[in-house]
């Protein structure tokens, strides 16, 4: 029987090392006790040296088995990831070792394990080592230090099942393929069993003799639902050989990136979506399975994206789990970032294209393998065995490697290509054709990005500029067959090195915050999906917040049919999708520009002709001001002829239909409408009243394997629900229960909002935080721990 031991609890660390810490009989008792994953050392949130984490540190873990080895037991440590070069040693003697931070590693410690306790040992260098990608040159990240992902033991027979491969085919048939490796520890002898599950029913199992070091199995099965990002559909295989068994999750499906784009289950898919980069504010990569899972739900659910690029490395397996149980597509690819090395390098490099195939090949929502560095020159020699270690361990997935540079060497299946071309202007995308000729699968990997570097607390105008560059290339892809799909750069902004951001230690790339917080960027991907009613008006619709007063142009993000408009309550106009500007999104967005009506015909009194000239003027000069088209000025002197009116009554309609300086502040209403029903309702006005909201990602933490996090959002917002993109309330964070703030427990609200993290401790209980601002004196939202 196969059995798992977890050593992610009491840790002894110290962010130092000598020899002799390796000895069992070394006194840890100045150590600090920490638990996995853990950060080598917790970061400011910005304006921090880089090298301050960049040590080497020690850690020591006491376990016991008892009896195992007498038993005839194996036993194989296994670790997730640790950055950046791990050296093992148990009970003193030396175990092995591992170069690089994003690939899991695994010792066979059976012949140095004591029945009884144990000491294990790991000495890790943080430093940015030359042998080691990313590491080189210059490197636009932050690849942090610490055993960042989890740690365990596994209890195994003497001869032991090592890996399962199942690969499904035929799948568009009644009765789908299983073609299945097993492959053992030894050459054995036997028989072996496999049982296929849905959900706890069996429906299928056979029993077969063999006599091999792989078994390679195949049989067909009908009556299973395939896996799509609509349904993603699970099954469970179980291998049995002995007393030994493996259990793998995985998917029906077949995924196929063609010269006219993208196929899932013999069905044409647009992908679009966003780069996402693993780490968080403080403790860089840290965190446990249910933040990674929740980056997950972020981009699937919150964003309504169907892709996730995992840059520029591979991504906890938990991102990855949770992508097959939402239905979220991913490309993965090897650590890397512009830099190609020689010798040692290069031999890291090729190991991390096996270990990731390795273990993320059982993954339905992988479809794509990236076997170049990001970015980097081209390099034959090198990609020519990348290319083919990945087809030899994996023949199901294709290949792509993202460049910078167009009809560079394509040694992979798709063309996968970084496309800031977009700069504001009329040129958004490359011609396909430009890039990679007329045959290969494409694909646009990064766009935007550092091309409009946009924060949070940034001028309006800013903000939604930012959300137009990205409309503007997602239309752009939406309306080509030969873009396969479109991943924006990127999810979240990110620490970075002194040489990239915005010289505080950020990039500020995101259509989020770090703290998972959108801007309004995020609006533009959000409104593209279909499940759950949304509108984000990325005005605030206060002059005073433009140049000259004007408002400009008053974009609404959203996937209702049409919104309505009001001003001060009453009717003006209905707005509809801008096909005209974005005529491929599936949602367009409206552009809310008639917040005249008829009221120059019902409060002015107007006659219809002068009322419809003066109300064409005022609809352009509320966009544009005194730039408007000039055919507006001769509407504005028709008006004046036909109606009889004074330069006087002009003046005064202008000023209170569009300037408003020194009248009472208006109140817009928008009103989203779908299938002829009100969805969604936003109002924007002067702030006369604000509160600040609480929310949790989770009210219920369960402490399992490791600790576990929730992540507690704060928004501050006005009477209306708007939130306050200049507050910068200073906020103090306490807790009673068995939990902690990870990070500081005070600081300010940036951009108006902020969000930070809780862990348990290990013990039980409700946990109450309480949220305190002179503003708001001490709110609290309450938590339980089990």
């Known amino acids: 029987m196969r059995n798992i031991f977890h050593l992610n609890f009491d840790w002894k660390y110290t962010p130092e090392y000598e020899e002799k810490m390796v000895n069992p009989k070394f006194n840890d008792e100045n150590f600090v006790l920490v638990d996995i994953p853990h950060t080598n050392l917790e970061l400011p949130y910005n304006y921090f040296d880089e090298k301050s984490y960049q040590f080497v540190s020690c ?64 000495v ?62 030894e050459s054995v002898s036997g028989d072996i069993k496999v049982i296929l599950y849905d959900g706890e029913d069996v429906i299928y199992e056979n029993k077969s003799p063999f006599s091999a070091k792989t078994v390679k199995l195949k049989w067909r099965i009908g009556g299973v639902t395939l896996w799509d990002t609509e349904n993603p559909k699970l099954y469970t295989l179980k291998v049995i050989f002995g007393d030994d068994e493996k259990i793998t999750r995985f998917g029906f499906r077949e995924c196929k990136f063609k010269r006219d784009g993208f196929y899932l289950n013999g069905k044409k898919i647009k992908l679009f979506g966003l780069n996402r980069h ?111 270690l990945a087809r030899e361990l994996d023949d199901t ?30 040129f958004v995308l490359l011609p396909a054709v430009a890039v990679t000729g007329l045959r290969a699968p494409y694909m646009v990997t990064e766009h935007n990005g550092h091309m409009y570097p946009t924060k949070s607390f940034d001028r309006e105008q800013l903000r939604t500029e930012h959300a137009l560059r990205h409309a503007r290339v997602l239309n ?50 959000s409104s593209q999906q279909d499940k759950t009613p949304y509108m984000e008006v990325l005005s605030s619709m206060d002059i005073g917040e433009h140049p000259g007063g004007q408002l400009g142009n008053v974009w609404v993000f959203t996937n209702c ?30 552009l809310a520009d008639n917040f005249i009506g008829d009221a120059l015909t019902s409060i002015e009194k107007l006659d219809e002709r002068t009322a419809a000239l003066l109300t064409d003027v005022l609809v352009a000069a509320f966009t544009h001001g005194f730039a408007m088209p000039p055919i507006n000025y001769l509407k504005t002197a028709a008006a004046y002829i036909n109606g009889r009116m004074s330069f006087s009554q002009i003046y005064d309609i202008v000023t209170k239909y569009i300037a408003n300086w020194g009248g009472t502040q208006v109140v817009y209403l928008f009103e989203g409408y779908k299938d002829g029903n009100i969805v969604k309702t936003v109002t924007k ?7 600040l909201d609480i929310n949790a990602d989770s009210l219920t933490l369960n402490h399992e394997d490791t600790y576990d996090v929730t992540r507690i959002e704060l928004i501050e917002r006005d009477q209306n629900d708007n939130r306050l993109p200049f507050s910068d309330t200073s906020i103090k964070i306490s807790l009673r229960g068995p939990a902690a703030v990870i990070g500081p427990s005070s600081f300010p609200l940036i951009g ?11 013990e039980k209980g409700k946990v109450t935080v309480y949220v305190e601002s002179v503003k708001y004196g001490k709110q609290k939202i309450e938590l339980l721990s089990q």
């Open 476 to 525: 752009k892809a939406f309306g080509n067959s030969r873009i396969s799909g479109v991943t924006g750069w990127c999810m979240s902004d990110y620490n970075t090195h002194k040489d990239f951001g915005s010289g505080d230690k950020i990039c500020y790339h995101g259509v989020s915050d770090m703290f998972r917080i959108p801007k309004q960027a995020a609006a533009v991907y």
């Open 124 to 185: 890790l260098d943080s430093s940015e080592r030359s042998e080691i990608p990313p590491f080189g040159n210059v490197v636009d990240y932050l690849v942090y230090g610490g055993i960042y992902r989890e740690v365990w033991l596994e209890e195994v027979s003497d001869a032991y099942i090592e890996s399962v491969f199942i690969r499904t085919k035929d799948v568009l048939n009644n009765k789908k393929l299983i073609e299945t490796d097993v492959e053992f520890s």
């Open 752 to 762: 108006g909002a902020r969000a930070f993290w809780i862990r348990t401790n290990g």
């Open 397 to 426: 997935r294709q290949t792509g490697g993202v460049r910078n540079m167009p009809r560079s060497n394509l040694l992979e299946d798709v063309y996968t290509f970084n496309d800031f071309t977009h700069a504001g202007g009329k």
């Open 278 to 388: 693993q780490s968080y504010p403080y403790v860089g990569y840290a965190m446990p399975k249910s933040a990674q899972k929740a980056d997950a739900d972020f981009l699937k659910f919150n964003l309504g994206v169907n892709l996730a690029r995992t840059s520029h490395y591979p991504n906890s397996v938990h991102f990855l789990d949770r992508c097959d149980e939402i239905g979220l597509l991913v490309f993965t690819e090897m650590p890397g970032w512009q830099f190609i090395g020689e010798g040692e390098w290069r031999d890291n490099c090729i190991d991390n294209v096996r270990r990731m195939v390795l273990r993320d090949r059982n993954h339905p929502s992988v479809i794509l393998w990236g076997v170049r560095i990001n970015e980097g020159a081209d390099c034959d020699e090198l990609y020519e065995i990348t290319n083919s």
């Open 685 to 691: 006005t002067a702030v006369t009243d604000t509160h």
């Open 59 to 122: 850690y020591r873990k006491l376990f016991v088995i008892e009896g195992g080895k007498k038993n005839g037991k194996r036993y194989i440590l296994h670790f997730e990831g640790a950055a950046n070069y791990s050296r093992v040693f148990l009970n003193g003697a030396f175990v092995g070792e591992h170069k690089g931070a994003y690939t899991p590693f695994s010792f066979d410690i059976t012949e140095q394990l004591n029945d009884g306790d144990n000491v294990l040992a790991v």
């Open 561 to 590: 049919d049409y919104v309505k408009l009001y001003k001060n309550g009453r009717y003006t106009s209905t707005a509809f999708p801008n096909y005209k500007r974005f005529p491929h999104l599936p949602h367009p967005p409206i």
